[in-house]
Every structure is written in structure tokens, then in C-alpha cells.
């Protein structure tokens, strides 16, 4: 942000002019966000607030459909959002407006601010937050009907049964085919499914970019988990946060350097030797099934998860 602001002598509207000329094309920054915090030094007592004692504000910004203001006044924080009439529906303003005013109360007088949740516009997205949130399945291995596309697990199959021996994935070190992906994949997930977990559990990544980091996504997905990935490089702090907000019970790693001791006492440390030494051992013992009635010769294969990696047992909910 700070070696951004070092250009701060020209303006977005600048910015905003030079990209229309360049690109020949009509560039729009239809939400804007202008913070006039720490603009002019205030205090209670300051004779001249920043913009000075406000009746009515109208904002004529070209192209910009939204724009909200920060800034301090005599010791308080002001915001104000101004929106074109006619753009979004009746109310929908008013009541983001609302949302972010809660959410900023909620940060300076709660201690846990990201234990609170906040749905923004609940009146204009039931229909659709409803829709995204009925997951639940009276089987748990069945596809979800809403969609006929592909998942990812499905695109890797279809893309291993039709090019085994091409490379897949490539690193610094390593070049893996997918046929080889994807015995890796399954030595992950094996490892994965010894623990019982219940289906859609959250299972986290936490790996530096490499062949070993796909390998592990594929490998949840296999064992019918939710990956979480996490950046390496971020402080373990965040990271441990994270994990524990998401409920993720193993951590899949390259390093126990990337580990603090919290989450090596709470979580289940799966790491890049275990795989190594499973792999060892192993020669392209899972393969993916075909679908009923499909031909080997290569035309469109779809596969599914609950049917990728047939050594790997049932597991149900151990909680009960």
C-alpha cells in the first residue's frame, strides 16, 4: 500500500484517462474509495473540520456509480456513500450502508470482531444465499444435481485417462506426469481417509507453491474432503487463526517450519516424507473408473468422486 501511495501525484482519474487512450477502449471506475484519514490534522477543538461544516453533499464524479467517503471530524469518524439514482435497486444502498456502519461499531467496541457475521443486503439474496447453502445431500458420495459441470476432480480423471504419460504438473524440482499426480494424489488421500473424517471435512494446506501442493489438493478432494489453502509465507499466527476459525482437523505440509506449536498440538500433521515413503512402494495401484457403459477409447470420460479411488473405504460421521 505504502510504495502505492508514493505515486499518490496522479490521481485515479489520470490513471483512468491514460488506460481509455491506450486501450482505445471505455475504462470505468464504478466504485471508488476516498479516505481522507489523517488528510489534516484534527482535534476536538479544531476551528475547521476537513471539508469544512456539511448541509449537503452531491457527488459528480464521471463513471462512478459509488463513492464512499472516510474521514475525521472533531474526533469522530465519518462515513458517507454516494450513489447514482437509478443503478441499484430501491433500498440496496441504504442497506449496505447500514451493514458497513454495523461492522465498523462491531470493530471498535468488540475485541473479536471476526466472531460476528454480517450478511450484507439480506432482503435482495435469500432466494440465492438459500440456494448456495443447500449442500446437504441424504447421500453423501451423490453429485450435486443443480449443475451439470464438471468438478475438478472429474477434469483431472478425464484429463489422466486421456494423457497418462504427459506432464501435468512441473517445479523447480520436479516434473510429474499424471499418471504420476495422480499416485501421489492417492497416497495423500490415504493417509487423509485413516482418519475417519466425516465427508466435506476441511482439511488444510499449508505448503510452499509446488507438484506436491497439487498433488495434496487433488488428494483431499479424493478422500471427499474441502481443501483450505494457506500462504507459507504468512505469519504463523494468520495462518493458525484460519485453521482453527475453519475447523480443519489435519494440516498437509512441506515444512514443520511453517507450523506453530498450537497447531502441531491441535491438528493432525500430515507431511511431503510420509507421501514420499508411501510412493516409494507404490506402482499405479489406483486408477479412475469409467463411467457405465463407456469405451476405452478415449472419447469423453466423466468420472465422479465417489468412485475415483476405489481401494479407499466407506467412512461415516464418527461423531454419530
Not at 467517503?69 to 439514482?85: F, K, T, W
Not at 430501491?90 to 454495523?102: C, K, P, S, W
Not at 505440509?253 to 491438528?267: I, N, P
Amino acid at each position: 500500500m505504502w510504495s502505492n501511495l508514493a505515486h499518490s501525484h496522479v490521481s485515479g482519474v489520470a490513471v483512468e484517462r491514460m488506460l481509455n487512450r491506450q486501450r482505445r477502449s471505455q475504462i470505468t471506475m464504478p466504485v471508488v474509495f476516498t479516505c481522507g484519514l489523517g488528510v489534516v490534522e484534527q482535534g476536538p477543538d479544531t476551528a475547521h473540520p476537513y471539508l469544512g461544516s456539511i448541509d449537503h453533499g452531491l457527488s459528480q464524479t464521471p463513471q462512478v456509480w459509488m463513492d464512499l467517503q472516510v474521514y475525521d471530524d472533531a474526533g469522530s469518524l465519518v462515513l458517507n456513500l454516494d450513489s447514482v439514482e437509478g443503478i441499484f435497486p430501491d433500498g440496496m444502498v441504504a442497506e449496505m450502508f447500514r451493514a458497513l456502519t454495523q461492522a465498523v461499531r462491531l470493530l471498535a467496541t468488540t475485541s473479536i470482531f471476526c466472531d460476528e457475521t454480517l450478511t450484507v443486503c439480506l432482503r435482495f439474496n435469500t432466494e440465492a444465499i438459500a440456494e448456495l447453502n443447500a449442500t446437504e445431500t441424504s447421500d453423501a458420495g451423490a453429485l450435486d444435481t443443480r449443475t451439470t459441470d464438471p468438478t475438478l476432480l472429474e477434469l483431472f480423471h478425464e484429463s489422466r485417462h486421456r494423457h497418462a504419460e504427459r506432464a501435468a504438473v512441473i517445479d523447480q524440482s520436479r516434473e510429474l506426469t499424471y499418471a504420476e499426480l495422480d499416485a501421489e494424489s492417492d497416497q495423500w488421500a490415504r493417509l487423509i481417509a485413516a482418519q475417519a473424517l466425516a465427508p466435506g471435512s476441511v482439511v488444510a494446506i499449508l505448503m510452499e507453491k509446488s507438484a506436491y501442493q497439487v498433488s495434496a489438493a487433488l488428494g483431499v478432494l479424493k478422500a471427499g474432503c474441502a481443501y483450505l489453502p494457506l500462504n507459507a509465507t504468512h505469519p504463523q499466527a494468520r495462518n493458525g487463526r484460519i485453521i482453527a476459525n475453519a475447523g480443519a482437523r489435519i494440516i498437509l505440509t512441506d515444512s514443520h517450519d511453517h507450523l506453530s506449536e498450537t497447531m502441531m498440538r491441535q491438528c493432525v500433521v500430515m507431511s511431503v516424507p510420509e507421501v514420499q515413503e508411501s510412493t516409494a512402494g507404490t506402482v499405479d495401484a489406483v486408477r479412475p473408473t469409467r463411467a457405465t457403459g463407456e469405451q476405452d477409447d478415449g472419447d469423453a470420460w466423466r468420472g465422479s468422486a465417489r468412485a475415483s479411488v476405489e481401494p479407499f473405504p466407506r467412512h461415516t460421521d464418527s461423531r454419530g
